[in-house]
């Protein structure tokens, strides 16, 4: 097992001039790396310890020391140890070494970086618009610290460049970005030959809102607030997420009774979810008696929320330096037998529904997602263990109380519209016995730790397994008690690229279906 002194050590004796290399327990590396060595420190933790980076992110720093700073966040692999990279950008020389032929993740996260700060990564074989669209100023980068609002924004009606499949019988099929129902916008283009799927391009960022830009001032109390509503369905992960970054810039540690709760809250939220996508996918395959139920079980669950916390999203009950709601005896209760009643009532709906042959032959090898193509792409959460890549940061690397009790990650290996209904209805009962394990074990004592203030400038991130996959946030301090940079990762911005290949092969029809069983949030992407 690779800990914290092997890596540091080992870091020590590269020839790649790094400086100020600090271990910062548990699980953290910090280096300083020179720009033009970005690649080499890449290409040195890609082939020693199995590291890819699952972050990076720019900062407008020229206030306090002239120029820019980027950073990298690798995870290593097989290691609860993360490397926090950082370099700097002169602020007369706008440019950065790109990391896109290495991993297809860091691309997108250097088109992000060209649009919001102007950073231009060098050699990066596609700088196509990514988070704002062509009708924004080609000079007007919104999260710099002097951005400011442009007097008007002009769509002269220029086409996003699309890439087209050209041949003969290849036509191209457009959907949305306004669809059918109350869903969020977003564009899919299908190039198709008769009825088979031979190329999708998605464009995403209809509904992008500037919630980097927004957390800028705020205190960490309202910054709470924010996270929980990136993304509605995932409020307490990203909550969560966003307390642990802040935390461990106070350096304070929750008292254990919070970290249990945090636990109950979290995996109630994942619960719901499940139930629901269970019942979705089997509408998406004609079969609404599923749905039906699955609708009536997640009412009970959003009441159980309400009831306990007052928000049927479990809104309000997290604050920085522990939990604001705690669960009376009574409540436990509560939890313990609607729970019970609920997983009985939803593993009999799924008996129904995984013996009708209408179903399974819809959903057996239907948007196959290849465990190489997950890897690559570096897809989170539920559809990369649906691909047989065994990760759960619940397990490996244990924020909250997870540490102590004992998570179980199921894993298939098809790949398919199956595969990830049935790792969602593995990942419900697991979430059923982890509310159970962490109630039987529950502490007595206090659920918050007060935070006085922040130290102005130092970084830290958080990182939480929400029902969809990995969360990260990483929050700057400011002056007085602020927040001067905060950036997210929902699961959704490595997965939704994942999409255009699970698709590939299946005929126009099955879209619906893979896209349900994906189920990725556009307000996580559209940040």
Same mark, same amino acid.
């Given at each position: 097992?690779?800990?914290?002194?092997?890596?540091?050590?080992?870091?020590?004796?590269?020839?790649?001039?790094?400086?100020?290399?600090?271990?910062?327990?548990?699980?953290?590396?910090?280096?300083?790396?020179?720009?033009?060595?970005?690649?080499?420190?890449?290409?040195?933790?890609?082939?020693?310890?199995?590291?890819?980076?699952?972050?990076?992110?720019?900062?407008?720093?020229?206030?306090?020391?002239?120029?820019?700073?980027?950073?990298?966040?690798?995870?290593?692999?097989?290691?609860?140890?993360?490397?926090?990279?950082?370099?700097?950008?002169?602020?007369?020389?706008?440019?950065?070494?790109?990391?896109?032929?290495?991993?297809?993740?860091?691309?997108?996260?250097?088109?992000?970086?060209?649009?919001?700060?102007?950073?231009?990564?060098?050699?990066?074989?596609?700088?196509?618009?990514?988070?704002?669209?062509?009708?924004?100023?080609?000079?007007?980068?919104?999260?710099?610290?002097?951005?400011?609002?442009?007097?008007?924004?002009?769509?002269?009606?220029?086409?996003?460049?699309?890439?087209?499949?050209?041949?003969?019988?290849?036509?191209?099929?457009?959907?949305?970005?306004?669809?059918?129902?109350?869903?969020?916008?977003?564009?899919?283009?299908?190039?198709?030959?008769?009825?088979?799927?031979?190329?999708?391009?998605?464009?995403?960022?209809?509904?992008?809102?500037?919630?980097?830009?927004?957390?800028?001032?705020?205190?960490?109390?309202?910054?709470?607030?924010?996270?929980?509503?990136?993304?509605?369905?995932?409020?307490?992960?990203?909550?969560?997420?966003?307390?642990?970054?802040?935390?461990?810039?106070?350096?304070?540690?929750?008292?254990?009774?919070?970290?249990?709760?945090?636990?109950?809250?979290?995996?109630?939220?994942?619960?719901?979810?499940?139930?629901?996508?269970?019942?979705?996918?089997?509408?998406?395959?004609?079969?609404?008696?599923?749905?039906?139920?699955?609708?009536?079980?997640?009412?009970?669950?959003?009441?159980?929320?309400?009831?306990?916390?007052?928000?049927? #999203?479990?809104? /309000? %009950?997290?604050?920085? *330096?522990? &939990?604001?709601?705690?669960?009376?005896?009574?409540?436990?209760?509560? =939890?313990?037998?609607?729970?019970?009643?609920?997983?009985?009532?939803?593993?009999?709906?799924?008996?129904?529904?995984?013996?009708?042959?209408?179903?399974?032959?819809?959903?057996?090898?239907?948007?196959?997602?290849?465990?190489?193509?997950?890897?690559?792409?570096?897809?989170?959460?539920?559809?990369?263990?649906?691909?047989?890549?065994?990760?759960?940061?619940?397990?490996?690397?244990?924020?909250?109380?997870?540490?102590?009790?004992?998570?179980?990650?199921?894993?298939?290996?098809?790949?398919?519209?199956?595969?990830?209904?049935?790792?969602?209805?593995?990942?419900?009962?697991?979430?059923?016995?982890?509310?159970?394990?962490?109630?039987?074990?529950?502490?007595?004592?206090?659920?918050?730790?007060?935070?006085?203030? #922040?130290?102005? /400038? %130092?970084?830290?991130? *958080?990182? &939480?397994?929400?029902?969809?996959?990995?969360?990260?946030?990483?929050? =700057?301090?400011?002056?007085?008690?602020?927040?001067?940079?905060?950036?997210?990762?929902?699961?959704?911005?490595?997965?939704?690229?994942?999409?255009?290949?699970?698709?590939?092969?299946?005929?126009?029809?099955?879209?619906?279906?893979?896209?349900?069983?994906?189920?990725?949030?556009?307000?996580?992407?559209?940040?």
């Amino acid at each position: 097992m690779i800990d914290l002194n092997i890596v540091s050590r080992q870091l020590h004796a590269t020839a790649l001039g790094l400086t100020d290399i600090v271990m910062r327990a548990p699980r953290q590396v910090r280096v300083t790396v020179k720009r033009e060595m970005i690649p080499a420190l890449a290409d040195y933790l890609r082939d020693r310890f199995g590291g890819r980076p699952e972050l990076i992110l720019a900062e407008d720093t020229r206030t306090q020391r002239g120029e820019f700073t980027l950073r990298y966040i690798f995870e290593l692999e097989g290691a609860d140890v993360f490397v926090v990279a950082t370099a700097f950008v002169p602020e007369d020389d706008r440019t950065f070494p790109s990391l896109a032929t290495r991993w297809y993740l860091a691309s997108r996260f250097e088109r992000e970086i060209l649009d919001l700060f102007g950073l231009r990564p060098v050699d990066h074989p596609d700088l196509r618009r990514l988070p704002l669209h062509q009708f924004w100023p080609a000079e007007y980068h919104p999260l710099l610290k002097d951005a400011s609002p442009p007097d008007k924004f002009v769509d002269d009606g220029t086409p996003y460049p699309f890439r087209h499949v050209e041949g003969e019988g290849i036509h191209e099929i457009t959907v949305g970005p306004v669809h059918a129902g109350i869903i969020e916008p977003g564009h899919f283009r299908f190039s198709v030959e008769g009825e088979t799927i031979i190329n999708l391009e998605s464009r995403l960022y209809f509904v992008h809102k500037g919630i980097e830009r927004l957390f800028e001032t705020m205190t960490p109390a309202a910054g709470v607030e924010l996270a929980e509503r990136i993304s509605g369905d995932s409020s307490v992960a990203h909550a969560v997420a966003f307390c642990q970054a802040v935390e461990s810039l106070a350096g304070v540690t929750i008292p254990p009774r919070a970290a249990y709760l945090r636990v109950v809250l979290l995996e109630l939220e994942r619960i719901y979810n499940h139930i629901a996508d269970f019942g979705a996918i089997c509408t998406d395959t004609g079969f609404a008696f599923a749905n039906a139920h699955a609708m009536r079980l997640r009412e009970e669950m959003l009441r159980l929320n309400a009831r306990l916390v007052g928000h049927r #999203l479990l809104r /309000g %009950a997290l604050v920085p *330096g522990g &939990v604001r709601c705690d669960l009376s005896q009574s409540q436990v209760r509560d =939890v313990r037998t609607t729970l019970a009643r609920v997983i009985a009532d939803f593993d009999e709906v799924v008996d129904i529904a995984i013996n009708n042959s209408s179903v399974l032959d819809r959903l057996h090898g239907t948007g196959h997602l290849t465990e190489k193509t997950a890897r690559d792409m570096q897809v989170a959460g539920l559809v990369a263990r649906a691909s047989g890549i065994d990760a759960d940061a619940r397990r490996d690397h244990p924020f909250a109380a997870y540490g102590h009790l004992q998570v179980n990650v199921p894993v298939f290996n098809s790949g398919d519209v199956w595969a990830r209904m049935m790792v969602r209805v593995e990942e419900a009962h697991e979430a059923f016995n982890l509310i159970t394990r962490a109630l039987d074990a529950l502490p007595e004592g206090k659920i918050l730790e007060a935070i006085e203030a #922040l130290p102005a /400038g %130092a970084s830290d991130f *958080g990182l &939480v397994e929400g029902w969809r996959g990995s969360i990260f946030h990483w929050v =700057v301090a400011g002056e007085d008690n602020s927040l001067s940079r905060v950036k997210v990762k929902d699961p959704s911005f490595a997965n939704w690229p994942a999409l255009n290949y699970a698709i590939l092969k299946n005929i126009v029809p099955d879209f619906p279906l893979v896209n349900k069983s994906f189920n990725l949030s556009y307000a996580g992407n559209d940040l």
